[in-house]
């Protein structure tokens, strides 16, 4: 679930739920507790993927290429995620920063030493043939993120400075 809430409502829903939350592996590693996310979305000339989630389509899809920092260093990740009917899944590879753009133009996998999963970069490159896709928006934000501090699955995240732009390059 998302919502748009103000600043001072995030900061007193954050002090309520300390005692029972921690930071995730990657807010802990920040001296201010959150990281930068930026994803460059994919999606065919006529918006079809962005269309199917708009209308509500149970089945549907997302196309994108999603980093972690803006460090030439780290990598980058090729991401299909789907909804089938109500259930998320996520397939991902992780390819070196510097394959992607050449990955990306040319169609063609990255080669093993560059990605982490072959396999998962070969059905984004097939998706991305499939809808004729093309980078269509940038969106970038800092996530504070938390887990339940016992073994219960909870998740919540604060996303903020959020940034969007147009784009038909491969720049995240």
Do not use: W
Request: net charge positive; glycine share 2%.
């Amino acid at each position: 679930m998302k919502y748009v809430i103000p600043e001072a409502d995030a900061c007193a829903i954050r002090d309520f739920m300390a005692p029972y939350m921690k930071y995730d592996e990657y807010s802990a590693r920040t001296e201010d507790g959150s990281y930068l996310i930026s994803s460059l979305y994919c999606d065919s000339h006529d918006l079809r993927l962005f269309s199917e989630t708009m209308t509500g389509q149970k089945n549907r899809a997302k196309l994108r290429i999603r980093c972690y920092n803006d460090d030439p260093a780290t990598p980058v990740f090729l991401e299909i995620k789907r909804r089938v009917e109500s259930v998320i899944f996520k397939t991902r590879a992780s390819v070196a920063r510097s394959a992607v753009k050449s990955c990306l133009e040319d169609g063609l996998p990255p080669r093993p030493e560059e990605t982490s999963n072959v396999e998962s970069a070969v059905k984004y490159l097939t998706m991305m043939d499939r809808y004729r896709a093309e980078p269509v928006v940038r969106v970038r934000y800092k996530r504070e993120a938390y887990e339940s501090a016992d073994d219960y699955p909870l998740r919540i995240t604060f996303d903020r400075h959020l940034t969007r732009k147009m784009t038909s390059v491969y720049d995240l």
